[in-house]
DNA sequence: TCTTTGACTGAGC
DNA sequence: CGCTCAGCCAAAG
């Protein structure tokens, strides 16, 4: 299973497009993508993410904001998962008089695409599909897609399986804000699954893009046994994106999605 | 299958 | 408010 990252930068209306032209065996030649590419061992997603930014682009990225969980089967490469991403919030080398400047890429030719004009690009079929998403501001999302040669021959929009509910649920609460284990479970239609909405948090495979630590239980106490650190460090996390914890506890009237 | 295991909940003291 | 307990549910073995 190969894991790997894309980012859609977004700059003044624009979205920074890489046409793979360099590489004459490019599985991408001649497509438009985003950039990014595959985690290097012992590498996070993050950590992959803005390595591939700044390898191809020079730029570092600052903030972004995971966006989608895909996975890919086809008849011509290995089983991938790629975490999509956009980001507005990024380092540039020089003061800003217009557009950023683009450095060379070998992989291809950068561009800043107006994003009304960014479907016009030969894409890859799939990819139309969940950059219409990111173009409509959707919330986050899981997709499968399933690819035989340059054919999608079928996809699938939303999460498959309970953990991915979970997940993509839990992706979906805004930074400064909680949700219970209770909700979550009723949000993804498993009403009274509340324990087996923990369940699935506890083991979350996505460290670092789903923000689990924005799940707290019915009465605003934070987890225990929460990953390295317990209570204390879920507290730390929620308190760095504004949420207020006093004794372990979040105020659920003040903090509580939706 | 059947059993066990929890980042859960609400009720009842 | 704090504590215990039975009921719940998806996964894993």
């Not at 086809?74 to 507005?88: G, N, Q, R, V």
């Not at 924005?214 to 760095?240: D, H, I, P, S, T």
Request: net charge negative; glycine share 10%; aromatic share 10%.
């Amino acid at each position: 299973m190969i894991w790997s990252s894309l980012c859609y930068i977004e700059y003044k209306g624009n979205y920074l497009m890489l046409h793979r032209t360099r590489k004459e065996h490019d599985i991408n030649k001649g497509k438009w993508i985003g950039v990014g590419g595959k985690t290097e061992p012992l590498e996070t997603v993050p950590e992959c993410l803005v390595r591939e930014v700044r390898e191809e682009t020079g730029f570092t990225l600052r903030a972004y904001e995971p966006r989608a969980i895909i996975t890919f089967n086809s008849d011509f490469a290995e089983k991938e998962i790629m975490f999509l991403f956009t980001s507005s919030d990024f380092g540039r080398s020089r003061e800003d008089p217009g557009m950023p400047p683009l450095p060379l890429c070998d992989e291809g030719e950068l561009k800043w695409v107006p994003k009304d004009e960014v479907m016009g690009l030969n894409l890859w079929e799939g990819d139309r599909i969940f950059i219409e998403k990111l173009l409509e501001d959707a919330p986050f999302f899981f997709m499968r897609m399933e690819y035989r040669g340059d054919d999608l021959t079928e996809y699938v929009l939303g999460a498959e399986n309970f953990r991915d509910k979970v997940y993509e649920a839990a992706a979906r609460i805004p930074r400064g804000s909680v949700s219970t284990y209770g909700d979550i479970a009723i949000e993804i239609g498993h009403p009274g699954a509340a324990r087996a909405v923990g369940n699935a948090l506890h083991d979350n495979p996505y460290e670092g893009i789903i923000p689990c630590h924005r799940v707290v239980n019915a009465g605003g106490y934070c987890a225990k046994n929460f990953g390295f650190g317990g209570a204390e460090a879920q507290a730390r996390l929620l308190r760095a994106e504004g949420v207020e914890v006093k004794g372990g506890r979040v105020e659920l009237d003040q903090a509580r999605n939706g």
